[in-house]
C-alpha cells in the first residue's frame, strides 16, 4: 500500500503535507482516520491507517503485561498513540512530545512500509543508512535471509 522514501519539511508549527500520491488510498482506506505513535525500538515514529493500528493496538494489548517487553510495546506505542486526521491540505499535526522523541526538526524522511510509514529525522536516517551499509558484511542474520534473492 505505501512504499518508497520521500523527503518532506514540517513547518513552523509542527505540520507534515503527506504527499499527494498517498492521499487517495488514505481517504479510501481510513477516511482521512490515521494513528500516530513511536517506535519502541528506534527514534522515529510509526503513522498507521486507523483500521489498521486497531490490529496492532489488539495484538499488544492482548500481550500478557506481567513481561517486560509487552509492557514496553504497550507503554510505547499504545501510550503514546495519537489520533490524527488530515486536514483539507493533506496535512497532520504532529504533537510536540512526538516530535521530540523521534529528534524532528524541520527536514524529515517520510518512508512507505507497507501498511504504516516511518517518520525520521533526516538526520537520524541518513546515520542509520550508513551504519546498514557499514553493516552489509554480517552474517547474523543470514539464515533469515536463505533463498531470498533479487
Not at 490515521?34 to 503513522?47: K, Y
Not at 517487553?69 to 499504545?78: G, S, W
Not at 486536514?87 to 501498511?115: C, F, T, W, Y
Request: hydrophobic letters at 45%.
Amino acid at each position: 500500500m505505501f512504499r518508497g522514501i520521500t523527503q518532506v519539511n514540517l513547518d513552523a508549527k509542527g505540520r507534515l503535507a503527506i504527499p499527494t500520491r498517498f492521499r487517495d488510498v488514505i481517504e479510501q482506506r481510513c477516511a482521512q482516520k490515521m494513528v500516530l505513535t513511536v517506535d519502541h525500538r528506534e527514534r522515529c515514529l510509526l503513522l498507521y491507517p486507523a483500521p489498521d493500528w486497531a490490529t496492532v493496538e489488539s495484538q499488544i494489548n492482548a500481550m500478557p503485561n506481567h513481561t517486560k517487553a509487552a509492557r514496553r510495546l504497550q507503554y510505547m506505542m499504545v501510550g503514546h498513540a495519537t489520533d490524527l486526521d488530515l486536514d483539507s491540505a493533506g496535512r497532520i499535526m504532529l504533537p510536540a512530545v512526538l516530535r521530540e522523541h523521534a529528534r524532528l526538526e524541520k527536514r524529515v524522511v517520510l518512508m512507505g512500509q507497507n501498511s504504516r510509514f516511518e517518520i525520521w529525522s533526516e538526520t537520524l536516517w541518513q546515520a542509520k543508512t550508513e551504519a546498514y551499509l557499514a553493516d552489509e558484511d554480517d552474517d547474523a542474520d543470514a539464515d533469515a535471509l536463505a533463498g531470498f534473492t533479487l
